[in-house]
């Protein structure tokens, strides 16, 4: 599986991308 092999590499920008997204998601669901 291709997304295996993507998940498995520890890629810092697509880790940024993840954090941001789940921060956002997560400030929305939350807000103050």
Known sequence: N???K???RS???HAVLRITAA???WRS???P
Do not use: E
């Open 11 to 13: 890629d810092p920008f």
């Open 2 to 4: 291709v997304s295996k």
């Open 29 to 31: 669901r939350c807000p």
């Open 23 to 25: 921060l956002s998601l």
């Open 6 to 8: 993507m998940g498995r």
